[in-house]
Structure formats: structure tokens, C-alpha cells
């Protein structure tokens, strides 16, 4: 019998992992792989999105455990494990010129300091496939930056018993890949279809900014269509952050079903052969697995 697929997803803060991947997270489950989120922060400083929810007493009193019961709420939804980093939400700080990061927190960690305990994870779960963000976190909150630089240095240095000793046996992932959700290609794609139908894009702004952000390669296109419902109850799920009349939910699920049945990654580096492009996460480990 041979040894069930595994694929880690390292994101920042709760409610990342339902905004990025979550239909391929979704999907892997309920093939039989094994699929851990990884959170590296509580979310403590994440601003309340919700309309519906600003001011409310008890979110503001309590956050930290309101974004924790909202992740519990997602993970059961997607059906994926799920484990903490522990470590502290650094805010999206504002203004010009920008304010300072708050001691101690995320991002301001030393990168072997907070890839440690990263490293650790990945050998106990001992991941096939790791996905994350790229260098630009996606979008440059210093959290998501910050995410990308820990699991990059874990993803190489995981395999390397000289690396960090006390973190475990090694374990070497095979493929690294960078979410890549929000590409032009898409935005583009349901912007169109939504003007073709009549119906109110919220998306001619993006379009019209997308020089700030460039362009990055898609290599990898998973279809997980039939999983965009459990997607989008776990986007629910994070009710401080997800606004249910909002962007996430403007394009009808029919219509992303006909226009754009992906999720879309950039391979980072892989061990295996690799034909690109791709449809599986798992290509080239599959064979070697089984």
C-alpha cells in the first residue's frame, strides 16, 4: 500500500488559506492526500472587513479568539489539519510615511528564528508539495513578505541535517510552488464575462492598476471547480474579514465555473522532472510515491 500524498499550505494569517488554494486544499482531501495549513500568525491586528461586524463589543474585545474560532469554522469546512506558527500579526501599517512594525511581532522576527519552528512542522508532517507566496507576498503586507522568506528558507532547508539539528529528522519537500490566485489573466477573464452578461464588474480599477503589480508565470493550473462551495464557506467562515456582499462573491459561482475552473500556481523549484505546464500539484511525484 503505498504512503498517501501530502501537501503542506503556509499562510499568514487565518483566513489566507480560504482566499488562496482553498479549492485545491479542498480537492486533495477528498482525494485521500493529506493536506496541512500552516498559520503564522493569530491575526490579532487584522482590521474587522465586515461591514456587519464593525463595532461589534465582542469582537473588539476579544479578537485573538474570534479569529481563532473563525479558522476552526474554515478548517472544518475544507476538511484540511491545521496547525499554528505562534507567532504575532504585525498589522498593514498606513500612512506616509509609514508608521513602525510593532515590537516583537512577525515581521520583525530574524528569518532562522522564524523558520525553525517551520522546519520543525515540515519534517513531523513530512510534505511532498509546500505552497505559498512569492516574494512579493501576493501583495506587500509584511506579513505575507515575511511568510514567503520562512517558508523558502524551510522548504531548502528541511532536507539538510546540518540545518537547523534540533528541529527534527529531515525531510526533503519535493516541489515548492507560489499561489498565484489573483493573476491578470483572471481578473481580466471575469471582468469581461460580467460586462458580457450585463452585470457590474468590480474590477475595472484593479485592471486599470495592474502595472503596479507586473505579471507572474502560471505553471500550474489545478481544476477544482466542484470544490469552489467549499471555498466559499470557508471565505464565510472568516466573518471579521470576509465581507459577504463584497468582491469575493461578485462573480456568480456559475459563471467562474465557465470562465476560470483553476486554482493557478507558480512552480519555485522542484526536485523531480517537471513538463510544463502543469495540472497536479503532485506531477512527478505521483509515480514516485506510489
Excluded at 85 to 108: H, T
Excluded at 157 to 165: F, H, L, N, T, V
Excluded at 197 to 224: K, N
Excluded at 259 to 264: L, M
Amino acid at each position: 500500500m503505498s504512503e498517501p500524498l501530502r501537501l503542506m499550505a503556509v499562510h499568514a494569517h487565518p483566513d489566507d488559506e480560504s482566499s488562496k488554494g482553498a479549492a485545491t486544499t479542498a480537492r486533495y482531501v477528498d482525494e485521500g492526500c493529506e493536506v496541512l495549513v500552516v498559520t503564522c500568525t493569530g491575526g490579532e491586528r487584522g482590521d474587522i472587513l465586515n461591514p456587519r461586524l464593525q463595532g461589534d463589543p465582542e469582537v473588539l474585545r476579544n479578537m485573538p479568539e474570534v479569529r481563532r474560532r473563525e479558522m476552526a469554522a474554515a478548517v472544518e469546512a475544507l476538511g484540511v489539519q491545521h496547525t499554528w506558527l505562534g507567532f504575532v500579526d504585525s498589522g498593514l501599517p498606513e500612512g506616509d510615511p509609514l508608521p513602525p512594525l510593532p515590537d516583537g511581532c512577525f515581521a520583525l522576527q530574524p528569518v532562522q528564528t522564524a523558520a525553525e519552528p517551520l522546519v520543525k512542522v515540515m519534517r513531523e508532517f513530512r510534505p511532498h508539495v509546500v505552497t505559498t507566496y512569492d516574494e512579493n507576498g501576493g501583495y506587500p503586507h509584511p506579513d505575507h513578505i515575511m511568510c514567503h522568506k520562512v517558508s523558502v528558507e524551510a522548504y531548502h532547508a528541511a532536507g539538510d541535517p546540518d540545518r537547523y539539528p534540533h528541529a527534527g529528522q529531515p525531510w526533503t519537500p519535493q516541489k515548492l510552488y507560489y499561489n498565484q490566485t489573483l493573476s491578470r489573466g483572471r481578473i481580466q477573464a471575469f471582468h469581461d464575462a460580467m460586462e458580457a452578461a450585463g452585470l457590474e464588474s468590480p474590477y475595472a480599477d484593479w485592471i486599470a492598476r495592474w502595472e503596479e503589480r507586473g505579471e507572474r508565470e502560471i505553471t500550474t493550473r489545478v481544476p477544482c471547480g466542484p470544490y469552489f462551495e467549499q471555498r466559499d464557506k470557508a471565505l464565510l467562515a472568516h466573518a471579521t474579514q470576509v465581507d459577504p456582499e463584497g468582491t469575493w462573491f461578485a462573480v456568480p459561482r456559475l459563471m467562474q465555473l465557465e470562465v476560470w475552473p483553476t486554482e493557478d500556481y507558480e512552480l519555485a523549484h522542484s526536485h523531480v522532472p517537471v513538463d510544463l505546464p502543469e495540472d497536479d500539484l503532485f506531477a512527478g511525484i505521483r509515480e514516485r510515491v506510489s
